[in-house]
Antibody, heavy 124, light 107 residues
Framework: EVHLVESGGGLVKPGGSLRLSCAAS????????MNWVRQAPGKGLEWVSS????????YYADSVKGRFTISRDNAKNSLYLQMNSLRVEDTAVYYC?????????????????WGQGTLVTVSA | DIQMTQSPSSLSASVGDRVTITCRAS??????LNWYQQKPGKAPKLLIY???SLQSGVPSRFSGSGSGTDFTLTISSLQSEDFATYYC?????????FGQGTRLEIK
């Protein structure tokens, strides 16, 4: 069974940093692209970043470009999101999500598994 | 960026009703359109991919249709467990974008 477990969320002051981790199990992690998707309290879903299976292709939303860095360690079955220069508007639940690998366009695929999410709160 | 617009934003319905939610893309996305269901406090769940393909394990009362810019999600006979928020998402090009969501409530 596929499991994605996020960790690393918490309360941080504006301008601060956090590193989110996602531990994957139940599938061959190195075969799948991964995403981070966030959801601000009471709001909709916002894609944050994508990374291909071998880290060759990496993409960011404009809202986080230059501040966030996605990475993965296939040997450790882990996905990461380094978040720097955090802003109040980055407050959200951050989901680790697996790209299905089916019916993809330009590396984008439906998301077939999601973690339970980790809450990041940016506040003074 | 491709904008995804869902309608309605909220909807009240009863168990057994047939419900349709629409999603419109600001430019053609072929059929790279996916639908997700999200319940409060939970992660989203993939229902439909490629506009009309039912994800494994999803009940057949869910169906999707459309191509190009206009898409629909239909629930043929609402069950109590279907009351949730539904999101469309385009996976045609970066940045991936979601609709604003449709909240389906019990009448």
């Amino acid at each position: 069974e596929v499991h994605l477990v996020e960790s690393g969320g918490g309360l941080v002051k504006p301008g601060g940093s956090l590193r989110l981790s996602c531990a994957a199990s139940g599938f061959t992690f190195s075969d799948f692209g991964m995403n981070w998707v966030r959801q601000a309290p009471g709001k909709g879903l916002e894609w944050v970043s994508s990374i291909s299976s071998s880290s060759t292709y990496i993409y960011y939303a404009d809202s986080v470009k230059g501040r966030f860095t996605i990475s993965r360690d296939n040997a450790k079955n882990s996905l990461y999101l380094q978040m720097n220069s955090l802003r109040v508007e980055d407050t959200a639940v951050y989901y680790c999500a697996r790209l299905s690998g089916k019916y993809c366009s330009g590396g984008n695929c439906p998301i077939d598994y999601w973690g339970q999410g980790t809450l990041v709160t940016v506040s003074a | 960026d491709i904008q995804m617009t869902q309608s309605p934003s909220s909807l009240s319905a009863s168990v057994g009703d047939r419900v349709t939610i629409t999603c419109r893309a600001s430019q053609t996305i072929s059929n790279y359109l996916n639908w997700y269901q999200q319940k409060p406090g939970k992660a989203p769940k993939l229902l439909i991919y490629a506009a009309s393909s039912l994800q494994s394990g999803v009940p057949s009362r869910f169906s999707g249709s459309g191509s190009g810019t206009d898409f629909t999600l239909t629930i043929s006979s609402l069950q109590s467990e279907d009351f949730a928020t539904y999101y469309c998402q385009q996976s045609y090009s970066n940045p991936i974008t979601f609709g604003q969501g449709t909240r389906l409530e019990i009448k």
